[in-house]
């Protein structure tokens, strides 16, 4: 049982990437998916979720607009597009599960709900 999270790198500012978060084991599809970061220095960010079940989603005031959570249950893997990137958007980011219930609404992520995660992949925004 785990999760993989790939797609990371170096890219310059306005640039994109899209991160996977691919699970083994278990299926995405039953639990919340939530996307986190944290950079050195600073706290843990959690910046979106997909809610179990269904393809609602949340985004952080940070992050909204620019980035967007999807899933391919066929893939058993969520993805996170991410466009018009900034320095300050570099960091590590990580995929964790959280079980069934209210942990990710269209206005929060329930952080404490997130135990089960990936081992991150870097993303680093720098011209």
């Known amino acids: 049982v785990q999760l993989v999270e790939s797609g990371g790198g170096l890219v310059h500012p306005g640039g994109s990437l899209r991160l996977s978060c691919a699970a083994s084991g278990f299926r995405l599809y039953n639990y919340n998916i939530g996307w986190f970061r944290q950079a050195p220095g600073k706290e843990r960010e959690g910046i979106s979720c997909?809610?179990?079940?269904?393809?609602?989603?949340y985004y952080s005031d940070s992050v909204k607009d620019r980035f967007a959570a999807s899933r391919d249950n066929a893939k058993n893997t969520v993805f996170l597009q991410m466009s018009s990137l900034k320095p300050e958007d570099t960091a590590l980011y990580y995929c964790?599960?959280?079980?069934?219930?209210?942990?990710?609404?269209?206005?929060?992520?329930?952080?404490?709900?997130?135990?089960?995660r990936g081992q991150g992949t870097q993303v680093t925004v720098s011209s």
């Open positions: 964790a599960t959280a079980p069934p219930g209210p942990y990710c609404s269209e206005t929060d992520i329930f952080y404490n709900a997130y135990d089960f």
């Open positions: 997909i809610r179990q079940s269904s393809d609602a989603t």
